[in-house]
């Protein structure tokens, strides 16, 4: 609900069920449509996409939709972009110690079962399987470009 002091000049058009009197003015805004998809999905930047998607499904995404230079993946219910734009724009903060620019973490049912798939496969490994103190259960590889993803199932109380 909003409120509007009485003789300001606060346009009521936009809402006609307002009621306009010598008193405050109260109307209900309209609720806003329904999202047609997830709220916020990661957007990679990557030299090569059609690489790069190949490396997300080695792993276990499922491609969604895919393009000349881009692809849409999912784990679950989770969407994931990855992007190569027409003009490379690459900044490596982590060229010099050969560290992730950053990393995402992927919550699995199993994590070891994920870390037995992915030890087959020519990764780089950044971080390998074991327990952490913040309460999960986990492994962080690199992509082809550098991104770490931490894959992870949490510890039982």
């Known amino acids: 609900m909003v409120a509007v002091a009485p003789n300001s000049s606060w346009k009521t058009d936009l809402w006609p069920e307002a009621l306009d009197s010598g008193d405050a003015v ?19 930047f990557v030299r090569d996409v ?8 080695s792993l276990g995404f499922q491609v969604r939709r895919s ?9 679950d219910q989770t969407v994931l972009g990855l992007y190569q734009p027409p ?5 490596h903060a982590g060229a010099l110690d050969d560290s992730p620019r950053s990393n995402v973490r992927i919550l699995v ?7 037995r798939q992915v030890s087959r496969l020519p990764v ?27 894959f992870a199932t949490p510890l039982p109380r």
């Open 26 to 44: 109260t109307m209900a805004l309209p609720k806003p449509p329904p999202a047609p998809g997830p709220q916020l999905m990661l957007e990679l």
């Open 50 to 57: 059609d690489r790069s998607r190949r490396f997300y499904c």
């Open 67 to 75: 393009g000349t230079r881009f692809a849409e993946l999912a784990w």
């Open 87 to 91: 003009v490379a724009r690459w900044v």
């Open 109 to 115: 049912r199993d994590v070891d079962a994920l870390w």
């Open 124 to 150: 780089r490994v950044l971080d390998p399987l074991s327990d952490k103190p913040y309460g999960m259960r986990d492994f962080m590889i690199a992509d082809p470009d550098g991104f770490g993803l931490r």
